[in-house]
């Protein structure tokens, strides 16, 4: 069996996490499927319950180069959305309308929804139970992570790179 070296869509190099199985793609920001997979992660019923944005509209944002994040879903305009194909004046006002509604997701979703790596909707919860808000998350040390129950070194690892960028 012949594995990928190299991502199929974006073509940089694939990496295998020390003591890990799968081979990943590291081109968080560059790479189309990745993009598009975050940000239908975080518009999925389980995170922010972004009504009418479905797969098929998040790959028409990202290709049309409305979207690159999940944070620029709450810049669209009704002015940008009618021209796009399939978008008529009803659609776009219940999108909008669905991305306005979005914001009053609690904290434990929006946090599941940014799709940390390890963190799933039982560890948002946990992590939103004890941080309250994402600036105070974002600042806490390791200690203070592991500190939380049910939070291991991995958890905490993956949310300090998280918060860094990486």
């Known amino acids: 069996v ?8 974006c073509s940089t190099k694939l990496i295998q996490p020390e003591g890990e199985v799968n081979h990943f793609c590291p081109n968080v920001s560059g790479c189309p499927p990745q993009i598009k997979g975050r940000i239908s992660h975080f518009a999925g019923r389980k ?3 972004i009504e009418g ?7 028409t944002l990202v290709d049309q180069g409305l979207i690159q994040n999940y944070a620029d879903l709450y810049e669209l305009t009704y002015e940008q959305l009618i021209p796009l194909e399939r978008f ?10 669905g991305i ?5 997701q609690p904290f434990a979703r929006v946090l599941f929804g940014l799709g940390i790596r390890y963190v799933g909707a039982t560890v948002a919860q946990k992590l939103a139970a004890a941080s309250q808000n ?4 974002l ?5 203070e992570l592991v500190a939380i129950p049910d939070i291991g070194g991995r958890i905490a690892e993956s949310i300090q790179e998280f918060s860094s960028g990486e």
Do not use: R, W
């Open 2 to 9: 012949q594995f990928h070296i190299h991502c199929p869509a």
């Open 47 to 49: 995170a922010m319950d």
């Open 53 to 59: 944005l479905g797969t098929e509209i998040v790959n």
């Open 88 to 97: 008529a004046d009803q659609s776009v006002k219940n999108l909008l309308e």
């Open 100 to 104: 306005e509604k979005s914001k009053s």
């Open 134 to 137: 994402i600036q105070t998350l």
């Open 139 to 143: 600042a806490m040390s390791h200690e």
